[in-house]
T-cell receptor, first 116, second 110 residues
């Protein structure tokens, strides 16, 4: 149980285009979903927290107009990287939690974004 | 905010030996401490977790200990196997989000 999927697993795009990444909780309802970014050989950096039906809460330094997050249902959250540039190339990982607050986060397999 | 430190950054052990990874945290409000294993190119996988009302938890070859007074917790892997090779992350949560350690790259030498 507690499976989280991400799609696509990898994507290559041209500079200036937008890319959408989907995160789905397959066998549970996720009231809260998190989006992380991870650079090679580094830890996970929280980008934003989203609760179903509410606007996402972004961490300091993360541009909300560039990284659009939508959590329209209890099983789906999307991250759209708008006007992507090479510096946006990274490994993006989502996680999902049953409840707000102290509880286990189940991570997706990640999406490798390469911007040319 | 919470600050989590993790040591060592790299660890090599012989197959069959034990591996220990240690983390410290700063916020006494943290009450949930998960450990994740991440293989190359994949997302983190929860391997064990512990809450602040428990001092130790064990699941087969994996155990976690928590010392609330000293604000540190450790991951213990016994009888290591080559498939244990991965990056391990600890995290501490005071309730709103996870604060991750910097990771430990574990290599089990056959």
């Amino acid at each position: 149980g507690a499976v989280v999927s991400q799609h696509p697993s990898w994507v290559i795009c041209k500079s200036g285009t937008s890319v959408k990444i989907e995160c789905r909780s397959l066998d549970f309802q996720a009231t809260t979903m998190f989006w992380y970014r991870q650079f090679p050989k580094q830890s996970l950096m929280l980008m934003a927290t989203s609760n179903e039906g509410s606007k996402a809460t972004y961490e300091q330094g993360v541009e909300k107009d560039k990284f659009l997050i939508n959590h329209a249902s209890l099983t789906l959250s999307t991250l759209t990287v708008t006007s992507a540039h090479p510096e946006d190339s990274s490994f993006y990982i989502c996680s999902a939690s049953y409840r707000v607050g102290t509880d286990t986060q189940y991570f997706g397999p990640g999406t490798r974004l390469t911007v040319l | 905010g919470e600050n989590v430190e993790q040591h060592p950054s790299t660890l090599s052990v012989q197959e069959g030996d034990s591996a220990v990874i240690k983390c410290t945290y700063s916020d006494s409000a943290s009450n949930y401490f998960p450990w994740y294993k991440q293989e190359l190119g994949k997302g983190p996988q929860l391997i064990i977790d512990i809450r602040s009302n428990v001092g130790e938890k064990k699941d087969q070859r994996i155990a976690v200990t928590l010392n609330k007074t000293a604000k540190h917790f450790s991951l213990h892997i016994t009888e290591t196997q080559p498939e244990d090779s991965a990056v391990y992350f600890c995290a501490a949560s005071p309730g709103n989000q996870f604060y991750f350690g910097t990771g430990t790259s574990l290599t089990v030498i056959p």
